[in-house]
């Protein structure tokens, strides 16, 4: 076993970095930390070691013999650490990471997920709107529930359903005395540009200093709710629309899942892969079976079905706007 072994790996690459740069500033810049504290690993292994790894006051900077000797050795642990963690991981059953944008909510399908695939692990990452478009390109996410409009390029994606409009308002703003305004209604009032959902709080908080009213999607509205403030449905404005999205080209098992998980497909549905793995006891009634699944296909997803009211009460009914005297 090497002597060196014992140096933590990340110190060893960050060793290596400056080794091979023979450059601290570059060397910092490349491994996006500060030249502070790369000078300060470099130090402390120099310490570890009791022994100088660069000529001291040289310049441009240079290796010492121990220097090169740790470099050889560091190379070689570096080699071994990254065989060791890619072992490891091809050991560990494959994961879906699955991202989602403001307002919306993935408990449910969580849920179902982890019920039906107890040893496929879900990672959910919660992503800003401005990025649900580059971390599918980036491959940060493998599907993400975004809001449309959406560059479709390259991309499968399912409408889910739909979200009404809302104004928010202060609570004691005469819109608060109804339950749905028209856009007519909010002519006279001074509206922000309530297009940045990644920073609704922020726009909620000049809302309540008065600064104007806002335009956003229910569930925004829900999930910045504060008792300061109200959002009433505008019924006129444009809706928004959720779907599923992913890169066609990386299409997978995992992900026809997931899929099915969302739309509400049995488990043993004969459109999941997993379906299709079982092989039917009896053939009759596996056609009669598939015969009513095939059927069951035509229709639309539940979500979709209900997308059109989705965040409206059944029993809401659009009153005209009228100011009241005080």
């Known amino acids: 076993m090497s002597r060196f072994s014992s140096i933590d790996v990340v110190h060893l690459r960050w060793f290596v970095a400056v080794a091979e740069e ?15 504290r790369l000078s300060q690993t470099v130090i402390d292994l120099e310490a570890e070691l009791d022994t100088k790894l660069f000529v ?33 991981t091809s050991d560990r059953p494959a994961a879906l990471r699955v991202g989602f944008v403001p307002g919306v909510t993935v408990s449910k399908w969580t849920r179902i997920w982890a019920e039906r695939f107890p040893e496929t692990p879900l990672e959910v990452i919660a992503l800003p709107a401005a990025e649900q478009l580059s971390a ?26 739909r979200e009404l409009p809302v104004v928010v308002v202060p609570k004691e703003h005469p819109i608060s ?24 709080a922020v726009l909620f908080e000049m809302v309540a200093a008065g600064v104007g009213q806002v335009v956003v999607p229910h569930s925004i509205a829900r999930l910045h709710a504060r008792r300061d403030l109200v959002y009433r449905t505008v019924t006129d404005a444009p809706d928004t629309e959720i779907a599923l999205a992913w890169p066609t080209a990386h299409t997978s098992d995992l992900s026809e899942e997931f899929v099915g998980v969302v739309r509400g497909r049995s488990e043993r ?11 039917a006891r009896n053939s009759g009634a596996a056609a009669k079976s598939g015969a009513g699944k095939k059927s069951g296909a035509s229709k639309k ?9 989705a965040g409206k009460p059944a029993a809401t009914k659009k009153k005209p706007l009228k100011r009241r005297g005080r």
Request: hydrophobic share 40%.
């Open 136 to 161: 599918l390109r980036e491959g940060r996410v493998d599907m993400c529930f975004v809001r449309l409009p959406i560059d479709r390029d390259g991309l499968s994606a399912i409408p889910l359903y």
């Open 301 to 309: 997803p539940t979500a979709a079905r209900k997308s059109g009211t």
């Open 56 to 88: 001291p006051g040289a310049s441009p900077t240079q290796l010492t013999d121990d220097g090169r000797e740790l470099l050889a050795a560091a190379r070689e642990l570096i080699v071994q650490a990254d065989a060791a963690g890619q072992e490891q």
């Open 22 to 36: 023979l450059h601290f500033a570059r060397a910092a810049k490349a491994l996006r930390i500060s030249r502070q």
């Open 269 to 279: 549905s004969s459109r999941s892969p997993s379906g299709h793995a079982e092989p």
């Open 177 to 200: 005395l109804f339950t749905e305004v028209g856009l007519a209604d909010l002519a006279d009032e001074k509206m922000q540009d309530g297009g940045d959902i990644d920073g609704a």
